[in-house]
């Protein structure tokens, strides 16, 4: 397929659209789908998508209705595109690599590299090679065990997730890391709701959600808060809907109206075919980018200032004084908000968060959700503690229709953490693991996503195999993380297209290729299932339905526990051909391990699947205190220098994490152009810079190393005043891999000071 070519740069700007969905989500996703495979192979796909029996989507990690609620057409736009893609009938074949060496493909963009289509066999780069060529399964097998071998310690090794991985293959590859003696297990969580986790984990004891699907539905208001549903999670705004059939309201916040936040046109009723669709935001708080903290510490001021004015019908004290601490400190401390810095923290008004206020007052359940608009920020952690201190002020955790709801952007993000896939797995999860297979894990934290790219930057880690996702245009710092893996002696990628992260080699490079969502995976014990875990605590199957893209192709189970086997030997007597034969054995090994999974494969083999409890819905919080805690967070806000902007990197609606599908945003009004910048009028007006200019993007960090972005195309749009937006993974570069959350280590993308430059070279 590299006849393919990549889509004319000739930007078009039309009206962003004041409603998502509709019969054009339809007809795109149909589109997309059948340039990539046939009619059969597309409905084979699309009627088994986030069906009880059938393939769970690899998208997002929105949950589904219960069975017997789910439409025969269970899937967002994004979500038939993304299966299908994956679906592809392309193919990449040995002549392929035979044609094109690295350094051309490494010249390509993600779409041309994405569109080739499926990976058919292993391939290497050897040492001083220009080009991959083709090597069996087991020579890559005994390429990665020595390399593992001759490293002075296991420490060099990198161990990289993404979310797409299933249960049991990430149980497997965090067992092997740790039989192996390290903890370096990065994850795409480090890069995105690491805040999340660590403020709930501080705050509640559980670093997940509390809400259910249903809990949404019967809230009577939602906050979405630094979020698109609209793109990210289409299916939401379907569960948002269900809230305003109940009488709920939303309020969104966000530094763009984006078009998902406003009204919604459900493509399988008839209004939102030929009718007006549903209004999603009741109000829209246009905020300046990280004012999210500010906004909630006002919020919390108001409703201390009520409960004075009205003792005991404003503030649930008994849920305060059964189950936090915390609460006289956090009181002083939120009554010293002044609101000369709250309004020019979030550029709204007194009356603005006056009117939520009042909608806050009258609203018995309270539900939160977010998404990186809060935790890609220095003080995402403080941020998203403040929203716990305003949940809990109310008793709003632990009941229905309330509670906190950060909702995730990829498929099996939250099960793979669940599995063990973290670099500071607590000591209870250790201890069950070497009980179980009979060793002793390594006790001393591993490295994290930005801490693996600095100690490869630095010659320090030498070995890294990244199992899905497409690690070097999903991190900071491109220039940074490309040379990092550079300096490696191998790395291995466990993928089942081609991506940008096959072309920045180390000295060493192996494509291993696997199964994907769609296909079925067939072993010695007959046909297998997977498993996932959604945003909230649902864990369910998905089975394959198509024939595999090549007969060449290994699970990423079999590959595991392969490379385990030519690593480890007979070490520790850990069963891995057992493993990779049957994977209801690696379920019932979870099963003694993982609180919650007891009875693992009779639960999941149910029709929907089952729930992970949260303790705390059950008055229950595994914090230190075994009380939730109140928290003081200092007021924080970004300060941009004059002649500058505040950047936030986002993903265009055509688009599935770094990989785009279309250069087009049609609900931004973008069209078939990628290098743009969405900038305020009146912020162009004070930086005298015309719409349609041509500038470089140049952000601002101590290091005093200038990252530069070129050649972008400013675009008059309403961001919120001191902003600018615009796409990544061609932003990364701006983001310094110093500049990170204050205790989660997240990068911060959501903002990136930078200044606009006329191009340096417009052509």
């Not at 979870?590 to 059950?618: C, K, M, Q, T, Y």
């Amino acid at each position: 397929m590299s006849g393919i070519e990549d889509p004319s740069d000739d930007l078009k700007v039309t009206p962003p659209k004041t409603w998502a969905t509709g019969l054009p989500a339809v007809t795109h996703a149909l589109e997309y789908s059948l340039s990539q495979t046939s009619p059969r192979r597309t409905m084979l796909t699309l009627l088994n998508i986030n069906q009880a029996k059938g393939i769970d989507c690899p998208g997002c990690a929105w949950p589904e209705p219960a069975p017997g609620k789910r439409h025969m057409n269970e899937y967002c736009e994004n979500g038939a595109k993304h299966i299908n893609d994956e679906a592809t009938s392309r193919r990449v074949t040995r002549d392929f690599f035979r044609e094109h060496s690295i350094a051309e493909l490494d010249s390509k963009s993600d779409y041309w590299l994405n569109q080739q289509g499926r990976l058919t066999e292993p391939m290497v780069k050897r040492p001083g090679a220009t080009h991959y060529e083709p090597i069996g399964w087991d020579e890559a097998f005994a390429v990665l065990a020595r390399e593992l071998k001759q490293l002075a310690s296991p420490d060099e090794a990198l161990f990289y997730v993404s979310g797409r991985l299933n249960n049991e293959a990430a149980f497997l590859l965090q067992l092997f890391a740790r039989a192996y003696g390290t903890n370096n297990l990065p994850d795409c969580s480090n890069m995105c709701h690491e805040s999340s986790g660590f403020a709930m984990a501080e705050t509640l004891g559980v670093g997940k959600g509390t809400v259910s699907l249903d809990d949404l539905h019967h809230s009577d208001l939602v906050f979405v808060v630094g979020q698109n549903p609209g793109t990210n999670h289409p299916r939401m705004l379907s569960a948002l809907e269900e809230t305003k059939r109940n009488g709920g309201q939303v309020v969104a916040v966000n530094t763009l109206p984006e078009a998902g936040l406003l009204r919604f046109k459900h493509p399988q009723r008839p209004r939102g075919i030929i009718g007006k669709g549903t209004q999603i935001a009741d109000q829209f708080l246009h905020i300046r980018a990280g004012g999210d903290l500010a906004l909630f510490q006002a919020l919390n001021l108001l409703l201390l200032e009520a409960e004075d004015a009205a003792p005991g019908t404003v503030i649930d004290h008994a849920f305060i004084e059964k189950n936090t601490i915390g609460f006289d400190d956090f009181e002083k401390h939120a009554r010293q908000v002044t609101w000369e810095h709250v309004v020019d923290a979030t550029g709204l008004s007194r009356e603005e968060i006056g009117e939520v206020f009042q909608r806050v007052l009258k609203a018995d359940r309270i539900i939160v959700c977010w998404a990186m608009g809060l935790t890609q920020h220095k003080h995402g952690v403080p941020s998203i503690r403040e929203v716990i201190n305003f949940l809990m002020l109310r008793g709003n955790i632990g009941r229905t229709g309330a509670g906190a709801c950060p909702v995730r952007g990829h498929s099996n993000v939250q099960g793979d953490r669940t599995m063990g896939v973290w670099e500071q797995m607590p000591k209870e999860f250790l201890d069950a693991l070497g009980h179980e297979f009979g060793f002793t894990p390594p006790r001393h934290h591993g490295l994290d996503a930005i801490h693996g790219i600095r100690s490869m930057h630095k010659g320090r880690a030498r070995f890294f195999l990244g199992v899905a996702g497409n690690f070097v245009r999903a991190s900071p710092d491109s220039d940074v993380t490309e040379q990092a893996m550079r300096n490696c002696r191998l790395t291995a990628h466990i993928s089942t297209k081609l991506n940008r992260s096959h072309t920045v080699c180390g000295e060493t490079a192996l494509i291993l290729p696997t199964l994907g969502r769609s296909d079925r995976d067939i072993q010695a014990s007959g046909e297998q299932f997977v498993t996932v875990e959604d945003s909230m605590s649902d864990v369910h199957a998905s089975r394959g339905k198509l024939p595999p893209a090549s007969p060449y192709l290994l699970s990423e189970v079999a590959i595991i526990s392969r490379m385990a086997r030519a690593t480890l030997g007979k070490r520790y007597m850990i069963p891995w051909e057992e493993f990779e034969a049957d994977y209801g054995t690696i379920r019932d090994r979870i099963a003694r391990v993982i609180p919650g999974f007891e009875d693992f494969n009779a639960r999941v083999s149910e029709p929907g699947g089952f729930h992970l409890p949260n303790p705390a819905n059950h008055g229950v919080f595994p914090t230190p205190s075994g009380k939730a805690v109140f928290t003081r967070n200092e007021f924080t806000a970004p300060r941009v220098p004059e002649g500058h902007l505040l950047l936030q990197t986002l993903r265009s609606h055509d688009q599935w994490n770094t990989i785009w599908y279309a250069p087009n945003d049609r609900y931004r009004g973008i069209h078939n152009a990628r290098r743009v910048v969405m900038v305020n009028p009146a912020d162009l007006k004070l930086l005298g810079i015309a719409d349609g200019a041509v500038v470089d993007l140049v952000s601002v960090w101590h290091d005093g190393r200038e990252r530069r972005a070129e050649n972008f195309k400013v675009v008059a749009y309403p961001a919120s005043p001191g902003s600018a937006a615009a796409y990544y993974p061609e932003t990364n570069v701006l983001v310094p891999l110093d500049s990170v959350a204050d205790i989660s280590n997240c990068p911060t993308s959501k903002g990136v000071v930078v200044r606009l430059e006329p191009a340096r070279d417009p052509g």
